[in-house]
């Protein structure tokens, strides 16, 4: 067993695992974050995205172990702790963006990741952002419709307020 510290979604955490234990499993079955959903397991999908010290990662491709003192987010971490949901969160419901809901916290922490590089996407762009996340009830053209609704909302929020 290894035993890890880290940080998930603003808890200190400390838990033993197998070493060969993949990101995706120690978050779905020991912390329980379970919008950490396993598709594809090969990285494709995008279904398990997490962000790891802010950046995306496939956490089915990554090892538990490789998170020692390290800080992850999941979709669980993105509403407010008052439970107030995350302008992004908002606008999926706002503009019908959620379908069966499997790739959806995927796509949120992807769009996060995104919007913290680019605030003033255009369709095109995140058309491209979204290349990585495979959703297979929808043409996106709701969620393209919610990403952008989202950025202008957190555009116009004070930079204190921002993700």
């Given at each position: ?13 400390q838990v033993d695992v ?62 407010g702790a008052d439970g ?68 202008r909302v957190l555009a ?8």
């Amino acid at each position: 067993m290894a035993s890890l510290s880290l940080t998930a979604n603003g808890q200190e955490v400390q838990v033993d695992v197998p070493p060969r234990t993949s990101l995706a499993d120690l978050l779905r079955d020991k912390l329980r974050f379970t919008s950490v959903n396993l598709g594809c397991e090969q990285g494709v999908c995008g279904s398990c995205t997490v962000l790891l010290e802010g950046a995306q990662v496939r956490s089915c491709l990554m090892l538990a172990i490789q998170a020692e003192g390290r800080s992850i987010m999941t979709v669980e971490g993105l509403a407010g702790a008052d439970g107030e949901l995350h302008p992004l969160q908002q606008a999926f419901m706002d503009k019908h963006a959620l379908q069966c809901g499997f790739c959806t916290p995927g796509i949120l922490v992807t769009a996060l990741a995104y919007l913290r590089e680019h605030p003033s996407p255009t369709d095109e762009e995140i058309r491209e952002m979204l290349a990585g996340n495979l959703c297979r009830c929808t043409g996106y053209h709701f969620i393209i419709e919610a990403v952008a609704a989202a950025a202008r909302v957190l555009a116009a929020a004070p930079s204190s307020a921002r993700p």
